[in-house]
Nanobody
Framework: QVQVVESGGGLVQAGGSLRLSCAAS????????MGWFRQAPGKEREFVAA??????NYADSVKGRFTISRDNAKNTVYLQMNGLKPEDTAVYYC?????????????????WGQGTQVTVSS
């Protein structure tokens, strides 16, 4: 069983930055995609970014503002969020994929964290 724990959420003003961290334990995850999704109130969960080896994948809405990175030795993935906007407000979830594909399909991710709240004020 893989445990996934996110941290780093909080309240920030528009234009500010936050760095989310996601630590996974229970298995070496170097060969598995790790991704970030988010869910705003009243909306469906949406893909944000994913990473495997040197390949990354981003939602159009965050390209150029968010950067995903990972430390495979620590089984940890990060999401650096710059230029935050009020529409980025959501609960952010980290997830571990079924394999090495950086898909944006939530159904292709097996293990999920509990989420961390990000609130961007205008």
């Amino acid at each position: 069983q893989v445990q996934v724990v996110e941290s780093g959420g909080g309240l920030v003003q528009a234009g500010g930055s936050l760095r989310l961290s996601c630590a996974a334990s229970g298995r070496a995850l170097i060969s598995y995609a790790m991704g970030w999704f988010r869910q705003a109130p009243g909306k469906e969960r949406e893909f944000v970014a994913a990473s495997i080896f040197i390949k990354t994948n981003y939602a159009d809405s965050v390209k150029g503002r968010f950067t995903i990175s990972r430390d495979n030795a620590k089984n940890t993935v990060y999401l650096q969020m710059n230029g935050l906007k009020p529409e980025d407000t959501a609960v952010y979830y980290c997830a571990v994929g079924r394999g090495p594909v950086t898909t944006g399909q939530a159904s292709e991710y097996v293990y999920w964290g509990q989420g961390t709240q990000v609130t961007v004020s205008s």
